[in-house]
C-alpha cells in the first residue's frame, strides 16, 4: 500500500479549525474531507481514525501555540513586556481570532474527558509544558527584579492560566473589544503584583 503524500502541517492546521468549529463529536469525516482535502480512507491511512487525527491536530496545536509562546519572549527588553504582549495578543485572538477564540485543547477535554485516554493524554502533557513555560518565565523576571518574590512562580502560574481560560471562555459571550482588553490588562496587574 501506498503511503498518502500531503502537507502534514497544512492538513493537520484544517482539522484543527474543522475541531475547533463542530467539536469533535459533530465533526464528520466529511467535514474533515472537505477541511483538509484528504479523502477519509487518507485519513484513516494517515491517522488511523478520526481519534487518531485529533491526536495529532492537538500535537501540532501545541507546536504552533510553543512557537507563538516564545516569540512574546524572544526581542523583548523585560519578561514582562513579553508577558503583557501575549495577553494582548490573546485578547485580540478571542475578538477577531475565528478558531482561535477557543483553545483546541480545552474543547476537546470537556469534550472527550474520560472517554478517550489518549487525548488526554497528550492534552495533559501539553498543559503541563505550558505551565512550565510560565513558570520560568516568572522564575527568569523574578530573578531580574521585575517581580517580586512575595508569590511564587507557580502560584503566578496557576492564576495566569486559570485567568487565560476564563478571559477565553467570556470572549465567548461577551466578545466587546475594549472589554476584553480591559480583561487582559486586568489579568497581567494581577498576575504581577
Not at 35 to 41: F, I, K, S
Not at 119 to 135: A, T
Request: aromatic share 8%.
Amino acid at each position: 500500500m501506498r503511503s498518502a503524500e500531503f502537507d502534514r502541517e497544512k492538513v493537520l492546521r484544517a482539522a484543527i479549525k474543522a475541531f475547533v468549529c463542530k467539536g469533535y463529536n459533530k465533526t464528520s469525516m466529511q467535514d474533515l474531507k472537505k477541511a483538509t482535502g484528504l479523502h477519509p480512507g487518507s485519513i484513516y491511512c494517515a491517522f488511523e481514525n478520526k481519534q487518531g487525527l485529533l491526536v495529532a491536530a492537538i500535537e501540532q496545536y501545541s507546536q504552533d501555540r510553543a512557537a507563538e509562546f516564545e516569540q512574546y519572549f524572544t526581542g523583548n527588553q523585560t519578561i514582562l513586556a513579553g508577558l503583557k504582549k501575549y495577553l494582548e495578543g490573546i485578547a485580540n485572538e478571542c475578538i477577531v481570532g475565528g478558531h482561535q477564540k477557543v483553545c483546541l485543547s480545552l474543547k476537546a477535554l470537556s469534550e472527550l474527558s474520560e472517554q478517550a485516554p489518549e487525548v488526554e493524554n497528550v492534552i495533559g502533557q501539553n498543559l503541563i509544558d505550558w505551565q512550565k513555560g510560565f513558570i520560568e518565565m516568572f522564575e527568569q523576571a523574578q530573578a531580574a527584579g521585575e517581580i517580586s518574590d512575595k508569590r511564587s512562580p507557580t502560584q503566578r502560574t496557576q492564576s495566569l492560566i486559570v485567568s487565560i481560560y476564563g478571559l477565553r471562555t467570556y470572549a465567548q459571550t461577551h466578545p466587546s473589544n475594549e472589554t476584553l482588553a480591559e480583561l487582559a490588562q486586568q489579568i497581567f496587574d494581577d498576575v504581577c503584583r
